[in-house]
């Protein structure tokens, strides 16, 4: 399949909103373009994964197809939206079924709007006929998504670009890719993209907050929203089509609370992450558990709902930091997490603990 470029041609007197990962969180996306004040007189690009894993999906997607009818919406795809195209294989029925049966995804909200009962046993490749019916237009939307948007100062990709011709690379360099910005590429104009989350960029301090690199031309605009716990969803705002005078909004799910209290950064800030997050349990103490991460031998106080248990009995950890947050008395802060030993919050896109109380 040759990869599919789009080339608009841009006013130059219009804002450019781009949002990416979506994954079928519609109100917190409806917030979004609330908070960036998005008018019709807007360009809004969406970076792909439009859907899957959020909660409504079937929502979110039409929400956006409605929007690019009256409006100048203009959107890339997603790995997560290429799950739609299992529709129309007449094969891998069993893994898909799978697949809805453990995990939110727009299949599993068309379902329940059909009335399908999804179980171990249904005949799924009834179903995909059912649903390419009914939902052709949907299915559609999804199947026609160019992979890469192409203006003269921007170039807009779900996960990355290569440096050279883009009609030279395979869709699925641009749709799939691990930590761009860590690859070291340089670009005469920008390159903005999602699908890797910010929070996962930097040694030991976990910022959702959009990274801009002005001197590698590389935007990453994921904030990591259903992907990882403390996530957020980001919208890069772009005065005109000429313009590096960059800025952004973002929401996040999670309850606002003051703090009462005062506190410092933290020294000493050590951060844990896949696929170097295997630790064993030393000791457990209520909603805590004291361990030892395996990779660095230092020990850490860890969330229970952190940790997962395979079947060999190793234990993982999901993304964590020690880093001891600076707050300052009345400031407004997200509350990730309440535990026995503190409380993990967000504040101006940043992770960390505080220790203090809130209101």
Known sequence: MAIQVFRPKLDNDRRIIVVSDILGNYEAFVRLLEKAKYTREDYLILLGNLVERGTESLRTLRYIMELAKNRRVFAV?????????????????????????????????????????????????????????????????????????????????????????????????????????????????????????????????????PIINKTRHIICVDGGMTVLRDGQMNALIIPNCESEDFSFVCVDEFPKKKALNSQNAGMERHLIQAPDNRVKILKVSGDMCYCRHEKTEKNYWIPKVFLTQAADGTCYTEDYTDYQLKVTFEDVVSVVLETSRGTLVKRDGVTGWYYGMLE
């Open 77 to 209: 795809t997603g790995d997560m939206d290429l799950l739609s195209r299992e529709i129309f294989r007449a094969d891998r029925n069993n893994e898909l079924l799978q697949y809805v049966l453990r995990n939110h995804s727009i299949v599993r909200d068309m379902c329940a709007e059909l009335g399908i009962r999804l179980t171990p046993d249904v005949n799924m490749h009834s179903i995909k006929l059912e649903l390419r019916e009914v939902y052709a237009e949907e299915l559609e939307f999804l199947q026609c998504l160019p992979h890469v948007i192409e203006t003269p100062k921007f170039v807009f990709a779900h996960a990355q670009i290569m440096p050279g011709e883009i009609e030279e690379m395979e869709p699925r360099d641009v749709y799939r890719a691990e930590a761009f910005l860590s690859k070291g590429f340089s670009f005469d104009r920008y390159v903005v993209v999602g699908h890797w989350p910010t929070l996962r960029y930097k040694e030991y301090k976990r910022n959702a907050n």
